[in-house]
């Protein structure tokens, strides 16, 4: 919205958090029928030949994915424009079959928040007996520590805010250390497995590669707007691994719905009409969520 990442093409309907009821269905379709829950999340489009497509990571398309909003429409032509509508026209292909155990609105940021946390802990196969570090408590950081607790993780919150201790914990969060305080920095040296950093903004990275043990993995899935200085020996001297990690493909985001269906979990959400929504964009700036927004579409006028 605000062009952070000087990417942005105006106009933008950046909406790619998407649930409801299958309203229509094409002759071809066998997917998906009409009335079923169904959910379409960051991408509706890829070249379906590139090697990565073929192991179906359409995520890293090698052609040029086309996302939900902000991209070239290859088909109708122009640019997509997300899902703040009431309706929404994509490839079967590209569609998401939810949970019916799960709460419809508090399914929809699974399908990008889930699936930006969830893909990195699966890609490095984090599990019960591995220490997990969620750096941040945000939309994406409280399903990180939600998966990686029901992955059977021992999982630590790192956090700049002492009140945000009780939550994570109840979140499901077995520690909590303020990334503050350098004393308690220093005494996490060299003990955890795997660390996921959600933290979109400029932050501290090397007091948290110092945290990794040798051979373990920080991964970023926060996208700062500015570069992360990096001290290269703090890498060097234990053989960390610095990676970074984008949604996941088709089949991936469906085995994440499934999962949270298995486990029960969803997002911690806040509802709102759509009138509400600049109120709801500036509370998101100052951290004022707990922790992703979901706009009733219902509550948009009709068009004219």
Known sequence: ARNEWQNTLYPCLPGHEIVGRVTAVGAEVTKLK???LA?????????????????????????GQTFTYNSEDKVSGGLTFG???????VDEGFTLKIPANLDLAAVAP?????????????????????RVGI?????????????AHAMGAQVVLFTTSPGKAEDAKRLGADEVVISRDADAMAAQAGTFDFILDTVAAH????????????????CQVGAPDKPLDTNVFGLIFKRRNFAGSL???IAETQEMLDFCGQHGI?????????????????????SDVKYRFVIDMATMPAAA
């Open 34 to 36: 009409v009335g079923d």
């Open 39 to 63: 959910g379409v999340g960051c991408l509706v489009d890829s070249c379906q030949d590139c090697p990565s497509c073929a192991e179906g990571l359409e995520n890293y398309c090698e052609k």
């Open 83 to 89: 899902g703040y509508s009431q309706a929404i026209v």
């Open 110 to 130: 699974l399908l990008c928040a889930g699936i930006t946390t969830y893909s990195p802990l699966k890609h490095w196969k984090v599990g019960p007996g591995q």
């Open 135 to 147: 750096v941040g408590l945000g939309g994406l950081g409280h399903m990180g520590v939600k998966l």
């Open 203 to 218: 932050h501290d990275i090397n007091a948290l590669l110092n945290c990794l043990k040798r051979d373990a993995t920080l």
């Open 247 to 249: 949604i996941g493909g």
């Open 266 to 286: 969803t997002a911690d959400i806040e509802m709102i009409r759509m009138e509400e929504v600049e109120t709801a964009y500036a509370r998101m700036q100052k």
